[in-house]
């Protein structure tokens, strides 16, 4: 939805962030609460997204954010 970057310190809390019952269970089940994502973009579409994960409480610095992004921006281009 958002077609940018969106950092989460805490997925399980972040209303941004809409999961199914289901997956809710097995995120909580896990150790991964904080995210990067970055969507994959081919031809002005979302196709995907490159997420990265992490501990609860992480803070991801504007420079992982470039470089996610890059990775994703690679990603989409292999896609075409």
Avoid at 19 to 29: C, D, I, K, L, S
């Amino acid at each position: 939805r958002e077609r940018r970057a969106v950092v989460s310190r805490d997925v399980v809390s972040d209303p941004r962030i809409v999961f199914p019952p289901e997956a809710r269970a097995r995120v909580e089940r896990g150790g991964v609460r904080s995210a990067l994502a970055v969507p994959l973009l081919v031809k002005g579409q979302v196709v995907g997204a490159l997420i990265v994960g992490e501990g609860a409480g992480r803070t991801f610095s504007d420079r992982e954010v470039i470089l996610a992004e890059a990775f994703a921006s690679q990603a989409a281009f292999a896609l075409t």
